[in-house]
């Protein structure tokens, strides 16, 4: 499954470190972040739950940058 | 400029001014550094939130982290000599001045591509039962409703026009400026603008696979497919930044130790102060912002030009194409047969192509309309009746009591009309009254106005060979070539054969780096499109197959326009490569610098600041490409 989410990132280099954070985390098969659109395309592996898998990844890239935000 | 710009352009101007004001206060000690203290905080108290954030997360490469270090070192080595505190502040002045720079020139090319690409329709007027008109939502609007388009108005979803006749604006889509004229049963786009007429169209297809909303997902998404040179520079970056904090450490500490192991006077402040200076450079901002921006910018220049490239990867092969195959028909010529050539006998040009246009008057065989198409006031008062086809020889009739054949020469011959054989290539068609032999009329596919110049301009900016592919018969073929200026022709190929072509001149190529492109009409040669380095589909308003196969699409079918592309994609590329070259070298140049003392932390922010902001201005110059 793939899924578009709206984030808020200021800076091109941090939006590759949460593109890093997001494909580490559980539930994610591939995670791509285009700074330019500000938009976060994720694709899920199979037969996880979005909401719950972005919280985490919320989580994740809130520690490698905490000024970030992702919209779901 | 939204709110958080605001507040940091306030930030950014009362610090400039108490800096400026500091250095007329004759203060010393404590006083002196308490002072100081308040334009650093007021400049700086994010970073320094940030970079607490960072040590919590156990993130030591975090930007925000090092440029505290290196600021509160600058600000601790002045406190121990009691020197000067401008310059820790004026690296996060100018730190912060990058970042507001940044912020808003990406924000300003956001907005910018966007407006390029306003063609999102609002709304959609559509007519319900009792004949009322209703503004909604497009998305609502189901398959075989009938919406109403007044002048002004954007086309919502693709439809065929019902009643009205009107000028379509297609240049939101195609860059074309020449308004079209539709009338009834003509397919309205959508994402033209309806000039002047009322128009009522019947929806074919739904909101979101309408032609306008295909397009803007293209462009939106197409920045998200990377290329080659960002994912060098996101690597790069993640090498970059913990490379120079390791060096900024051993040059903290092992030049002092080698210092005093030989005796000397180990200098420690001198080399913490260039050690804080890598730190300063650490920040790998200028280089991983140009990157992409110029690839949005690029891509969304040729949006606005009618190219839409559906990826950056894409953008970036194409400005390596060396080899260009083109299919022929519908792609160099128009793919529509016209009357290319008259040879009356005893009869005038315009009598022969009269009567012709009356024989075929019924038929709907494309050479009765290339026909009617060249005579075109067919339906004047002349007297047309027993019209008579004959299967494989052509057609009968009388017009105006004389007996009308045309057809081919079995025709001619059955009649007895004594036929002359013409040079040209072509169908030929003949034409006796009463059996006497009246001339013949050439049909012919015929090249487009402007494939020969485009093959010039192909040439001319660099591509090395040009390639025509046909399933038409081998004179056809290389007269075409010929004419356009072609370099190598393959005629009377199947479409699998065509496939394999490519194939071989992917594998005959000089170098892995030289690309091939194929350029077709999007008809028929999907796998040739696919199986080239960069499938280029031409003509594609509308076609959904050929938008889904390409990885270049053009939306009108002027072959001029894929020299603009592979200009718009070299030009792009040279832009991203300056930015890459420029930023990694003054980076380096200034770690040296730095290194042996030369260059200090004004050197080091300027520098940093100063290479971001020429990165991006460079990179916004992606977007100017009308007049490539």
């Known amino acids: ?72 | 400029m939204n709110k958080k710009q605001k507040r940091n352009l306030i930030r950014i101007i009362i610090t400039s001014l108490l800096v400026i004001a500091l250095n007329f206060v004759e203060v010393g000690g404590a006083l002196k550094f308490i002072l100081y203290m308040i334009p650093y905080l007021i400049i700086g108290y994010d970073i320094l939130i940030k970079a607490f954030n960072g040590i919590k997360n156990l993130q030591a490469f975090d930007e925000s982290l090092l440029m505290a270090l290196a600021t509160i070192g600058a600000i601790a080595l002045a406190l121990y000599t009691d020197g000067d505190y401008t310059e820790a502040i004026a690296v996060m002045l100018f730190y912060q001045i990058g970042e507001w720079f940044q912020s808003y020139a990406v924000g300003k090319s956001r907005r910018n591509i966007s407006e390029l690409m306003d063609i999102r329709p609002d709304y959609a007027n559509l007519i319900d039962e009792n004949g009322q008109i209703n503004k909604v939502d497009p998305d609502e609007v189901e398959i075989g409703s009938v919406i109403i388009v007044q002048p002004g108005e954007k086309v919502p979803i693709d439809g065929i026009i019902t009643e009205g006749t009107t000028s379509l604006n297609t240049s939101a889509l195609t860059g074309e400026s020449l308004p079209k004229n539709v009338s009834v049963g003509d397919e309205a786009i959508s994402g033209c603008v309806n000039i002047n007429g009322v128009i009522k169209l019947k929806t074919t297809k739904e909101f979101g696979e309408s032609t306008v909303s295909k397009i803007l997902d293209l462009v939106e998404n197409a920045s998200s497919r990377k290329s080659k040179s960002e994912d060098f520079i996101t690597k790069f970056a993640r090498i970059y930044t913990p490379a120079v904090v390791f060096s900024a450490v051993a040059l903290a500490i092992l030049p002092p130790l080698a210092l005093m192991i030989s005796g000397n006077a180990p200098l420690w402040q001198t080399w913490i102060y260039r050690a804080l200076t890598f730190l300063v450079i650490s920040c790998p901002c200028a280089l991983v912002i140009s990157i992409p921006l110029s690839f949005f910018a690029g891509i969304g220049g040729a949006s606005k030009e009618g190219v839409l490239i559906k990826g950056s990867n894409y953008l970036e092969t194409l400005s390596l194409a060396k080899t260009v195959v083109f299919d022929k028909t519908g792609t160099l010529t128009k793919g529509v047969f016209q009357v290319t050539a008259v040879h009356p006998e005893n009869i005038d040009e315009t009598g022969l192509l009269h009567l012709a246009a009356h024989v075929e008057r019924y038929s709907t065989h494309p050479i009765a309309n290339s026909l009617r198409a060249a005579y075109p006031n067919e339906a004047d008062n002349c007297n047309v009746s027993e019209i008579e086809e004959i299967s494989g020889y052509g057609i009968k009739a009388k017009v105006n009591g004389d007996v009308i054949h045309v057809g081919n020469t079995k025709l001619m011959e059955s009649v007895g009309a004594k036929w002359s054989p013409c040079t040209h290539l072509g169908t030929i068609i003949h034409v006796a009254i009463n059996g006497v032999y009246a001339g013949h009329i050439v049909i012919s596919d015929v090249v487009k106005p402007t494939s020969k110049d485009a093959v010039y301009r192909l040439k001319k900016s660099g591509i090395n060979k040009t390639v025509m592919l046909t399933g038409d018969s081998k004179e056809a073929a290389q007269k075409a070539a010929q004419e356009i200026g072609i370099d190598a022709v393959y005629a009377e190929l199947l479409p699998e054969d065509k496939v394999t072509k490519v194939e071989e001149l992917i594998e005959n190529k000089a170098s892995d780096k030289d690309k091939v492109v194929f350029v077709g009409d999007g008809i028929n040669d999907a796998p040739v499109l696919s199986r080239a380095d960069i499938g280029i589909a031409m003509g594609a308003m509308g076609s959904d197959a050929a938008i889904e196969a390409a990885d270049v699409v053009l939306m009108d079918d002027d072959p001029m326009k894929i020299a603009k592309a592979i200009k718009i994609s070299r030009k792009c590329l040279r832009i991203v490569h300056e930015n890459i070259y420029f930023a990694i070298g003054i980076k380096i140049l200034c770690l040296i610098l730095g290194a042996v003392g030369i260059a200090n932390m004004w050197l080091a922010i300027f520098a940093d600041v100063g290479v971001m902001i020429l990165a991006i201005l460079n990179a916004i110059r992606a977007l100017f490409v009308k007049d490539l």
């Open chain 1, 1 to 72: 499954m793939k899924k578009s989410y709206k984030i808020d990132v200021d800076c091109a280099n941090c939006a590759n470190k949460m593109e890093l954070a997001a494909n580490k985390t559980e539930g994610v098969k591939n995670a791509v972040v285009n700074f330019m659109t500000l938009k976060m395309n994720v694709e899920f592996e199979e037969g996880v739950e979005p909401k719950t898998v972005m919280q985490e990844v919320r989580k994740n890239c809130k520690k490698v940058e905490s000024d970030c935000d992702i919209f779901f």
